[in-house]
C-alpha cells in the first residue's frame, strides 16, 4: 500500500512539471543560493498535529558534530550564503546549536531560528532569550492562533500559556520592538486542509488579538499552507480528503508565485548532510535537481545555479493562492 506521502500523487493530473510547462514557465531551475537551511535533527519537545517533519520528544535523529563541522567550513568559504536558517524538530535542543550561532554571526552572516516558543521551558533552555538576544537571532516563532483552543488543538495542552508567556519574555529583552533590531516573525498554519487567510489582514488581526489581550508585540506574521506530506498527509488521509486538498492546491495554482519560490536561491541541508531543495523534498527523501547530494560532494554553492529543482505534486502547496514559503506568503 502506498504511504499517505505518495498516495495522492499518481492522481494528480496534470502533474506540476507539466503544469509549469503548459504556463509557458518552463522547468524550474535555481538562481544564486543565498540561503542555507540547516535542519539539525528531528528531536523536538512538541508532537504538533501539522508538523511536516514528523519532529516529537521520541525522534533521536540528531546532528553531529562532524556535520555541524562541515558545515561551518562551507559557510565560511561560500559569503553569498547571506542567511543560516536553523530548523528541526527544535533546533535549540541540538548540543551544537549555540555554537553553530556564534560561530555564524562571527562570519556576519544573518541567523534564523525557527523556534516553538515552549522550548524556552524545557531543561537546559534557561537562559535561551538571552542567549538568541546577545546573538541578535532573528526569530521565527509558530504561534498558529492567537486563541487558546485553536492553539492547543494543533499544539496539545498548554501550549498557548507557555507561548504567550515565552513571547512576553522576548518582548522585555526587546524581540518584536521598534528599533531594537531584534526580528520577531510569528508563523500562522491552517488549522485544516485549507489555504491560508490573506497575510496582511491575519497580521492586522493578530496584533489586535495579541496587543488588547495580552499587550504583546511583534514584527510580522507569516502565513504557510500546510504541505500534504508526513503527518498532515496521514490526517488527510484518515479523514479522507486527500484528493479533496490536493484539488484545492491545483485549482487555486498562482504562476505569479514561481519567481518567488524559495527553493530558487535556497538550500535545505539534512541532520546528517544530505542536501534537498527545500525542507519538504528532505521530509520526502527527494534529492537535490543538481548532481551534489551532501555536504561532501561540492565547496562552493555556484555550482548549483542553473541546475534543475526537484518537484512532485506537494510543490502545488508553495504555489496556491498567495504562495507559500518559509518566509510566508509570496503575493
Not at 507539466?18 to 522547468?27: D, F, I, N
Not at 553569498?80 to 562570519?107: C, K, W, Y
Request: glycine share 10%.
Amino acid at each position: 500500500m502506498a504511504n499517505a506521502a505518495t498516495a495522492w500523487r499518481v492522481n494528480v493530473k496534470p502533474t506540476f512539471g507539466e503544469t509549469l510547462l503548459a504556463q509557458g514557465l518552463g522547468v524550474l531551475t535555481r538562481s544564486a543560493v543565498t540561503t542555507l537551511q540547516i535542519n539539525v535533527g528531528r528531536l523536538c519537545n512538541m508532537a504538533c498535529h501539522h508538523c511536516h517533519v514528523e519532529a516529537g520528544p521520541k525522534r533521536t535523529e540528531v546532528m553531529s558534530e562532524a556535520v555541524a563541522s562541515r558545515l561551518l567550513a562551507l559557510i565560511a568559504a561560500n559569503p553569498a550564503i547571506a542567511v543560516v536558517d536553523f530548523t528541526g524538530g527544535a533546533p535549540e535542543l541540538n548540543p551544537h546549536f549555540r555554537s553553530m550561532v556564534q560561530q555564524v554571526r562571527a562570519l556576519g552572516r544573518r541567523v534564523i531560528d525557527r523556534c516553538n516558543l515552549t522550548v524556552m521551558y524545557e531543561p537546559g533552555q534557561e537562559t535561551l532569550a538571552q542567549f538568541l538576544t546577545a546573538q541578535q537571532v532573528e526569530i521565527v516563532a509558530s504561534l498558529p492562533c492567537y486563541s487558546a483552543a485553536n492553539v492547543e488543538k494543533q499544539r496539545g495542552l498548554g501550549a498557548f500559556d507557555k507561548s504567550i508567556n515565552a513571547l512576553r519574555w522576548l518582548n522585555s529583552l526587546g524581540y518584536g520592538r521598534a528599533n531594537t533590531g531584534l526580528k520577531l516573525s510569528l508563523v500562522y498554519n491552517p488549522g485544516g486542509p485549507s489555504l491560508p487567510p490573506d497575510q496582511g489582514r491575519l497580521e492586522a488581526d493578530y496584533r489586535a488579538g495579541l496587543g488588547r489581550l495580552f499587550g504583546i508585540e511583534f514584527t510580522e506574521l507569516l502565513t504557510i499552507t500546510n504541505m500534504p506530506i508526513k503527518r498532515f498527509a496521514h490526517a488527510l488521509e484518515r479523514d479522507g480528503r486527500t484528493d479533496a486538498y490536493m484539488s484545492l492546491l491545483v485549482n487555486h495554482f498562482n504562476p505569479h508565485t514561481v519567481p518567488g519560490l524559495m527553493c530558487r536561491s535556497l538550500v535545505s541541508v539534512g541532520y546528517d548532510g544530505q542536501l534537498y531543495d527545500c525542507d519538504f523534498n528532505q521530509m520526502l527523501e527527494l534529492p537535490l535537481g543538481a548532481a551534489a547530494r551532501t555536504i561532501w560532494d561540492l565547496d562552493s554553492f555556484d555550482a548549483l545555479v542553473g541546475a534543475p529543482v526537484a518537484t512532485r505534486e506537494h510543490c502545488f502547496g508553495c504555489t496556491a493562492g498567495a504562495g507559500s514559503s518559509c518566509g510566508g506568503a509570496l503575493k
